[in-house]
């Protein structure tokens, strides 16, 4: 089983930053992909940002591109979402996510979120 905190959230002014981490815990685990995901009241779930462990390729949405950067620290086991120029759009929950295996369907492990508000 694995764990996933994620921590970094808060109110922050539009044209602000803010950093999330995302540590994950727990016995024997493999990491091949994490990724970060938001949803807003009332809006369905929508990917934000993944990065692959092993190569650190990483993939934006178009609605972040160019404003947040996903990076990891192999040795912490942690993935961030740095959110730089943020806009009240931006206001969500934020999650991380966990996909164990290159041919995994989906993430199997996802962390309990972190409210991330953008005021105008």
């Known amino acids: 089983q694995v764990q996933l905190v994620e921590s970094g959230g808060g109110l922050v002014q539009a044209g602000g930053s803010l950093r999330l981490s995302c540590a994950a815990s727990?016995?024997?685990?493999?990491?091949?992909?994490m990724g970060w995901f938001r949803q807003a009241p009332g809006k369905e779930p929508e990917f934000v940002a993944r990065i692959t462990w092993i190569t650190r390729t990483t993939y934006y949405a178009d609605s972040v591109k160019g404003r947040f950067t996903i990076s990891r620290d192999n040795a912490k086991n942690t993935v961030y979402l740095q959110m730089n120029s943020l806009k009240p759009e931006d206001t969500a929950v934020y999650y991380c996510?966990?996909?164990?295996?290159?041919?995994?369907?989906?993430?199997?492990?996802w962390g309990q979120g972190t409210q991330v508000t953008v005021s105008s």
């Open positions: 727990g016995r024997a685990f493999s990491t091949y992909r």
């Open positions: 996510a966990l996909q164990q295996a290159y041919d995994s369907a989906n993430y199997e492990y």
